[in-house]
């Protein structure tokens, strides 16, 4: 009896470990798709003073988040994801508008990626 026990305490706690790891990859990656929402409409609006200081604060939460995205994902996307940030600012500081659009939208696609790459489903297991 204490083997079943145990065994569905140990169920439950990887149920919920995985729960919480789904929970914080969502969470972490909608914070930094609402940031990059952000320079979107100050790009849209061509307002570089806002852009600039708005990919700042991107770089920073990137900065932030970045090490510990690292525990749980692919290293090639985290490192894609900075080349791309590396490539908009780049377009940011040249006020070069086209491009910075589509260096943000990249940002975002391989962002708003992360959760649904790193969800466990059942053909991960089978």
Request: aromatic share 10%; proline share 2%.
């Amino acid at each position: 009896m204490r083997t079943v026990f145990f065994s569905f305490l140990l169920l439950l706690a990887i149920l919920g470990s995985l729960f919480a790891y789904s929970s914080y990859l969502t969470h972490q990656s909608d914070a930094l798709i609402s940031e990059i929402d952000g320079l979107l409409s100050a790009t849209r609006a061509e307002d570089f003073g806002a852009v600039k200081s708005k990919m700042e604060g991107f770089t920073k939460s990137w900065e932030k988040a970045a090490p510990r995205l690292a525990l749980f994902t692919d290293h090639s996307t985290l490192d894609d994801i900075m080349l791309e940030a590396a490539e908009a600012k780049g377009y940011a500081s040249s006020h070069e508008s086209p491009e910075l659009l589509a260096s943000l939208e990249t940002l975002r696609s391989l962002i708003s990626h992360i959760p649904k790459r790193e969800a466990l489903s059942l053909y991960d297991i089978f």
